[in-house]
């Protein structure tokens, strides 16, 4: 293989790398083109072609007229009218409400084939109509963006004039070839999701009095005319319906940029908007057609241009040429895949297609036939992508549609949610130096975060005042078991919260620096999220606490204040003695400042426990923890310190030592950097820390100097919003005192496992 050719592959990986993570299509493109026809001594090839793409002339009457006319439309607001009249009588069909939404969506999309466009037109509307038939929001917005594969019927849509300018063909031609596969295709799309439904039982009849069911009539309305004007429905169909009519039944021949202009006058006409503002919007959408559309278009040329100086499409063409079968595959995944990467179908249909399909005929295909291939498999990417502005913007109108049924059924109730998440991995430890504690591989429950489920709730008093509540339980995935000798160890708190003068709570919360639970501040200083697996990384931290009373300032110029008192820790372990009102019992105090501006994450945080007096399980010195630290963001890296005071902890975490040589009070200071790597889906999380301390033995109490270093990674990937995959590692070293000697333990672990969010 060339240098040449590694150059241009790396350029491709580059590329499709810069389009995730959603740099500018139309630089990234040229600019890797450029660099390829540079890097191959051809520079004057991708110039050349710029200037090709750019004055191609039957694609830009086409496109930017089509662009100028859906722009008029829009400005009438002869669209809308049609949405409202094909939807108007689909209220009453009850399961097969389904299948007719996505079939009249498809009918829209023909006459707006824009897919966001038509999300836009049809989703608040039609969104809506389903959930409150019964439909699962989910289903009610997939129902809208897989009902886009009758847009490619529309003559004025840019890949039908690409493809029929390749095949040197008519685009009606065009169209008639495939149409019968298209409508096919379009019907098992409409079946398929209606299957779906019906499998996973996604459609439940909903019960109306009358008095709902009339009320629900406005609703649904939405944002469209009561009385929906027929011509004006028309509109943007006539084009469509000119350009059928004329190739079917006549011999003449008519351009699509004729069939826009005088689907344009007809709008003009019937709505009788200003002629002024229909001329003007018409030719700004013919520039944005240009260029958005056609600038794509010129991109990609050039970056074809690219690879074909380096090589890299005689190479393809001569893979494709040996098999194929080949070719069929690279002409559906090749485009689906960079669609569903790029959350755009349009870049990855033109790139392909002007550099494979006009070979389509070396490896036994025809134009037609690759182009129209690579075009619904770009189509299909762009709408599997989490990227997809359409997809957006559905789910989005499903969710407030969903919220606001909520909140129509039940304005006074409480809003109640089931919460949680499943941790479980595979964890191998190794000790050495002069450790004495056996190495271990075993699974282990919170090896990423801590396994809990948990149930909270929010009631509206009034526009100021909120009752809620919290109640939490953490188990071990791995066995079943309770945490702690509770039901709800996690969280159980009432709160009251206001608007203006702030929040209270009260009962077992976990304190401000714990690194879990509504009031931590811990979080945006900790890059693992307390998830260190014993060794060491995590800060000291304060516990869940019960008898805890809590109140949280409202936000004041990105500063807020939160405080804490529990009366009594912990009324269930034998380390806290007597009752509230004793002395025995061990008291916690904590202050917290949390500062936010733009990327920056800021928190100083004070608590102190205060051991019961005749309580020979605890320290002598009362425990107190200063911790100082935040998180500064730039695009998707995240950067973590913080430094910590403390005197009169028990423990570090994972650092555990028992019998004689037991040490307890320790005193000292720690230090902690992180950072979080965010691309795409995946994460890379680091950490390092360090301690110096004094702590005292418990039987003797000699005094002994120690420090404790450690440095950890992550790898996280995360395939949906509820699902992280994960693997780690660390060292760790720390100074114990045994048989009068200070020795050094070492530690080395290993750790894999899976999370999953409910």
């Not at 009457?61 to 829009?74: D, P, Q």
């Not at 009453?92 to 409400?97: D, N």
């Not at 409508?183 to 299957?195: E, K, M, N, R, Y």
């Not at 489920?453 to 009631?459: A, R, W």
């Amino acid at each position: 293989m060339s240098i040449t050719l590694i150059f241009a592959l790396v350029v491709v990986a580059a590329t499709i790398y810069a389009l995730i993570k959603r740099y500018e299509t139309r630089l990234v493109l040229i600019t890797a083109g450029l660099a390829m026809a540079l890097f191959s001594l051809k520079p004057m090839v991708a110039f050349q072609q710029f200037d090709a793409s750019m004055t191609k002339g039957s694609l830009i009457i086409a496109i930017c007229s089509a662009m100028g006319f859906a722009a008029a439309v829009a400005l009438t607001k002869c669209d809308v009218h049609l949405v409202a009249l094909l939807t108007r009588p689909l209220r009453k069909l009850g399961f097969m409400l389904l299948p007719a939404c996505m079939i009249v969506t498809g009918l829209c999309s023909v006459a707006i084939p824009s897919t966001a466009g038509l999300c836009a037109a049809v989703g608040p509307s039609m969104i809506p109509i389903l959930i409150r038939a019964g439909f699962h929001p989910a289903i009610a917005a997939a129902a809208i963006v897989c009902s886009t594969t009758p847009a490619l019927f529309n003559p004025g849509v840019a890949h039908n004039v690409f493809v029929a300018k390749l095949a040197e063909m008519e685009i009606m031609d065009l169209i008639g070839l495939f149409s019968m596969p298209l409508f096919c295709f379009s019907l098992a799309i409409v079946a398929g999701l209606t299957l779906v439904c019906f499998i996973y039982r996604d459609y439940k009849k909903p019960a109306r009095t009358h008095e709902e069911t009339a009320g629900t009539e406005v609703q649904e309305a939405g944002n469209l005319p009561e009385h929906p004007n027929v011509l004006f429905a028309i509109a943007p169909l006539v084009p469509v319906a000119l350009l059928l009519y004329v190739s079917l039944f006549t011999s003449m021949k008519i351009s699509v940029a004729t069939a826009m202009i005088v689907g344009t006058i007809y709008a003009l006409a019937v709505t009788r908007s200003n002629p002024a503002e229909v001329t003007r919007k018409f030719f700004d959408g013919m520039g944005k057609g240009y260029a958005n559309i056609l600038g794509i278009i010129i991109a990609a040329g050039v970056f074809a241009a690219g690879l074909k100086a380096a090589g890299v499409i005689d190479l393809l063409v001569a893979a494709l040429t040996s098999a194929n079968e080949l070719a069929r595959i690279g002409g559906a995944f090749g485009p689906y895949l960079m669609g569903v990467l790029t959350g755009s179908g349009d870049a990855a249909a033109f790139a392909f297609n002007e550099a494979v399909t006009p070979h389509a005929a070396e490896f036994g295909m025809t134009i037609p036939s690759l182009g129209y291939l690579a075009v619904i498999a770009g189509s299909f990417g762009r709408l599997s992508s989490p990227l997809c502005g359409g997809l957006i913007l559905v789910a989005g109108i499903a969710a407030v549609a969903l919220a606001t049924l909520a909140l129509a059924a039940s304005a006074s109730a409480a809003d109640v949610k089931i919460y949680g998440r499943i941790d479980t991995g595979l964890i191998y430890q190794n000790y050495f130096g002069d450790s004495t504690k056996e190495d271990s591989f075993a699974m282990q429950s919170g090896t990423n975060t801590a396994t809990r489920v948990g149930i909270e709730g929010l009631e509206t008093i009034n526009d100021d005042l909120s009752v809620g509540f919290r109640i939490e339980s953490r188990y071990a995935s791995d066995s079943g078991e309770l945490k702690g000798d509770r039901l709800f160890e996690g969280n159980a708190s009432l709160k009251l919260v206001s608007k203006s003068l702030g929040e209270v709570a009260a009962g077992r919360i976990s304190g401000i620096g714990s690194g879990s639970g509504p009031y931590d501040l811990q979080y945006c200083m900790d890059s693992f999220g307390g998830g260190t697996n014993g060794t060491g990384m995590s800060p000291i931290k304060s516990a869940r606490m019960d008898n805890t009373i809590t109140y949280r300032t409202p936000k004041l110029s990105g500063f807020q204040a939160t405080l804490q008192h529990s009366l009594k820790t912990d009324s269930v372990s034998a380390k806290s003695l007597g009752e509230e009102s004793e002395s025995s019992a061990n008291r916690f105090y904590g202050a917290g400042l949390h500062y936010t501006a733009g990327a920056l994450d800021a928190a100083l945080i004070y608590e102190q426990t205060d051991w019961g007096k005749d309580n020979a399980d605890t320290p002598d010195d009362d425990k107190t923890v200063v911790t100082l630290g935040g998180s500064y963001r730039i695009d998707d890296v995240k950067l973590f310190l913080q430094a910590q005071y403390f005197n009169g902890v028990e423990t570090f975490d994972g650092f555990t030592t028992s019998g004689a040589n037991a040490m307890t009070g320790l005193k000292g200071y720690g230090l902690y950097a992180g950072s979080e790597v965010w691309f795409g889906p995946h994460s890379m999380k680091t950490m390092a820390y360090w301690h110096d301390y004094k702590t005292n033995v418990k039987t003797s109490g000699a005094e002994v100097d120690g420090s404790s270093a450690g440095i950890g990674t992550k790898f996280l990937y995360r395939p949906s919003k509820t699902v992280e995959i994960y693997v780690g590692c660390g060292y760790s070293q720390w100074d114990r005192l045994d048989s009068g000697l200070v020795k050094t333990d070492k530690s080395v672990n290993a750790y894999s496992g899976v999370t999953k969010y409910f």
